[in-house]
């Protein structure tokens, strides 16, 4: 059996701008709708959602089963064991937060490599190998792996280009609710400050021929963001979509209606 492709890094490494979503309700129905909606990537959140690494493994198998969107793992941090276990489950991509340094970035990389060039424990028999179908898993397994890196403090934003040229780094993703609130802007992602940031962020990693990302709920700053340079480009939240459209779906039968 041949080693799985990761689609999501073979789009970035052609330059191919991919829209994605956030998946923090656990399970596997709300993953697979939003694969079947169409979107290009989707996030399993285990760092601010109700769920575990484990519970990542559901919503792998539902989003397998369309082949146009790929899973992203979001470990609840930058953590060697977390990181071996998303990988063992079959994740082919993790997105690591609050990443501030070369040394953090290289410490995740390693995390992902089987020595000698990295740290992670070597089992056989797995997901991610098929169960051992796989015959060269192990020898080949970096060549499908992609790891994102959050860019959430205005240290990392200092160090981003050592952060980005870091060996095994394969995009930079920025994080404007911790980097709002860490740059003295809690709750406020669109203060002048945040967004001149994230905006000179995105260009200097355009420069680097490095890929962007964001997370964004608001259209314009989404499309601006493209316009600079992101490359994988996440517009909406399960939560928050769902709560709007429940929310319309009450006030179209009730104009007067409020949330309590």
Not at 14 to 20: F, K, N, P, S
């Amino acid at each position: 059996m041949n080693l799985p492709e990761n689609r999501f890094k073979a789009r970035l490494r052609a330059g191919i701008q991919q829209i994605g979503v956030w998946n923090g309700i656990p399970g596997p129905h709300v993953a697979e709708m939003l694969a079947a909606s169409g979107f290009d990537w989707i996030v399993v959140d285990t760092e601010h959602a109700p769920a575990e690494l484990s519970d990542a493994l559901p919503a792998l198998q539902a989003i397998a089963a369309y082949p146009e969107s790929a899973a992203l793992v979001r470990p609840a941090w930058n953590d060697p064991v977390l990181i071996k276990r998303a990988l063992d489950l079959g994740a082919q991509t993790l997105m690591v937060p609050m990443v501030q340094s070369p040394a953090e970035a290289e410490a995740a990389a390693r995390a992902m490599r089987y020595p000698p060039r990295g740290i992670r424990g070597v089992a056989g028999l797995h997901r991610a190998s098929r169960y051992g179908m796989v015959a060269d898993y192990i020898t080949r397994a970096e060549e499908q792996l992609c790891l994102i890196v959050q860019i959430e403090t205005p240290e990392a934003l200092d160090r981003l280009e050592e952060i980005a040229a870091v060996d095994g780094v394969d995009g930079v993703f920025f994080g404007p609710a911790d980097l709002s609130a860490n740059m003295g802007h809690p709750g406020n992602q669109f203060h002048p400050e945040v967004v001149a940031a994230i905006e000179g962020g995105i260009a200097r990693l355009s420069a680097m021929g490095v890929p962007a990302g964001i997370l964004t709920l608001d259209e314009a700053f989404a499309r601006r963001c493209m316009e600079l340079g992101t490359l994988f480009t996440a517009v909406g939240v399960d939560f928050g979509l769902l709560t709007g459209a429940a929310h319309a779906a009450v006030t179209r039968f009730g104009p007067d209606r409020h949330v309590p």
